[in-house]
């Protein structure tokens, strides 16, 4: 059988081909499945063993991957921020590509196909974790885990996380690369092995434990997705409209319940772009609607302090008292809500400009204590606003301090009709699961939902509509495996990759002079005598 390295133009392609199959695999479409082809199609498009090309191979899987995914950057800025964002990114598909180049060269990994399943596998959730953390706070739109809320993988984040979800999903990927190479060697044992393990590890979930019973009471909900005048960058033109949109929608809530019957009634992130603290007609307004209804509202807002910058906040306003509580975004979007070296990414883009007043990060942990009478005690919230739902981190910690239902608000006006908000929600439902936690994403637009703790979405919304949402939410306190294991799986996972790399460059570097040697002594042709004695 030939051993010839395949065709570069045919792994360029393969490596094109896999990142869009991936990409398909994500909200609007869905189709799931295919990131498990989007995967095998990277391993087989990296097969030659050149850290550089490889590297190359991983960066055009990464373009084709980010480019279509994240679109909606395009919409939201300009076409230098989403390239810029696009290359970026698919700069870490590069690494992994370079990375495996490494790793498989130690000895076991090369022989043993089983060993580079999972050792690929490691790979591909390490540089995940790590481009959701550098630079500037990471990015984490696109890891495999969120492809797979509709599979039985995405079960399994209840048992390790997003991080458990991508591996799975990744190993998948590499086993049918593997059946189609045994495949193709006619090893028909081998090839049906790595079908039947693909088949297991897809069903794990199945043996999940996915709990959706209240554990310490019911919390009645009602959330309002007010809507804009006009999709895209002029959204928010007419700030006034907006907030009376929401007003409007929390009345219009009235129609289904009695007042007293809810016990909150959640906005999404800049319901209120005007600050009620400092503006009495907009603190005039929203006191009017939570009487009508009888229930506090948390109401988004931007906060402008004496000191210059702007906080994202959530507000909890309760009739007839005012705000009893509030939680500043952690996370503000580089290059979206603040700009990082401002001067020097202005020589790219004017763009910058249009953020005239950087965001400020907030610095306590997401969460909002609810005074309920209806139970008696407080509830604590877990509120992570918009973009803050990709970073998991963020919303363990809201647990662990004791969130038994979380909110996420947000807006989505500037991204107009893609599959941004669809992706989002995707990300809310992942994250039910990883929690345990029955889980509101409210936009200003849409798509809202409600989730169940399970992830299953119980009520949705449509894009740029007003709408309502009623509910009654179970309300629990207990920990999922996912949440008690906290940092640790990202950190085992990154620092088995970096021992493989460090393993592998020196088991090539131990190779070498006796490779030199061994030819010298004309027990073997160096590889350019090889090449002239074939020619």
């Known amino acids: ?75 939201a800025t300009d076409t230098v921020p989403w390239l810029a964002l696009s290359v970026l990114e698919a700069v870490f598909l590069a690494l992994l590509g370079a990375m495996w180049t490494w790793v498989r060269r130690i000895g076991f990994v090369g022989r043993n196909l089983a060993w580079q399943v999972v050792t690929f596998s490691v790979l591909w959730v390490a540089i995940e974790q790590w481009r959701s953390e550098f630079p500037f706070g990471g990015f984490p739109w696109g890891r495999l885990a969120f492809s797979q809320v509709d599979s039985l993988l995405g079960r399994t984040a209840w048992l390790g996380g997003g991080l458990l979800v991508s591996l799975l999903t990744a190993a998948i990927g590499v086993l049918l690369a593997v059946f189609l190479l045994e495949s193709r060697r006619l090893k028909v044992f081998p090839a049906l092995c790595s079908l039947a393990t693909a088949a297991v590890l897809l069903g794990v ?97 931007q906060e402008f302090p004496e000191s210059g910058g702007r906080y994202n906040v959530s507000l909890l306003w309760v009739p007839g008292e005012g705000v009893v509580d509030r939680y500043a975004k952690q996370h503000p979007a580089p290059f979206g809500e603040y700009i990082p070296m401002r001067s020097f990414v202005r020589i790219f883009s004017d763009q910058v400009d249009r953020v005239t007043t950087d965001m400020i990060a907030g610095d306590e942990v997401a969460v909002i204590d609810l005074p309920s009478e209806r139970l008696g005690r407080t509830v604590r919230l877990g509120n ?67 989730i169940a703790p399970n992830g299953a979405l119980l009520q949705s919304t449509e894009l740029f509509t007003p709408d309502q949402l009623i509910a009654t939410l179970p309300l629990r306190d207990s920990l999922t495996p996912a949440v008690r294991a906290g940092y640790w799986p990202g950190w085992i996972a990154g620092g088995l990759s970096v021992l493989l790399v460090v393993a592998g460059v020196t088991a090539h570097v131990r190779r070498a002079p006796a490779a030199s040697a061994k030819g010298g002594k004309g027990g073997t042709k160096p590889p350019a005598a090889k090449k002239t004695a074939r020619r």
């Open 384 to 450: 992570v606003i918009c973009f803050e739902v990709a970073y998991e981190e963020l919303v363990r910690d809201a647990v662990n301090a004791g969130a038994e239902l979380l909110v996420v608000p947000t807006n989505n006006a500037s991204f107009g009709y893609s599959a941004e908000s669809t992706q989002q929600l995707a990300m809310s439902r992942l994250r039910a699961i990883e929690t345990g936690r029955a889980t509101v994403q409210i936009s200003t637009v849409g798509v809202s939902g409600i």
């Open 205 to 301: 979930g199945l043996v999940v434990p996915l709990d959706v019973r209240a554990e310490t009471g019911t919390l009645a909900i009602g959330a309002v997705q007010g809507n804009v005048d006009e999709p895209g960058l002029g959204s928010f033109a007419n700030r006034g409209v907006v907030l009376q949109n929401h007003v409007d929608g929390t009345l219009a809530l009235l129609d289904e319940v009695d007042p007293g019957e809810l016990d909150v009634v959640l906005w999404p992130e800049n319901g209120s772009d005007l600050d009620p603290q400092t503006t009495p007609d907009v603190a005039a307004d929203i006191d009017e609607a939570a009487s009508a209804v009888g229930a506090p509202i948390l109401v988004g807002a």
């Open 1 to 75: 059988m030939s051993t010839r390295e395949p065709s570069r133009w045919l792994l360029i392609l393969l490596a094109a081909g896999g990142g869009l199959l991936t990409n398909a695999a994500f909200p609007d479409r869905g189709w799931w499945p295919l990131a498990f082809l989007g995967v095998a199609a990277y391993f087989l498009a990296v097969r030659r063993d050149g850290a550089w090309w490889n590297a190359l191979v991983g960066f055009v899987w990464g373009l084709a991957f980010f480019l279509p995914h994240i679109q909606w950057a395009q919409i």
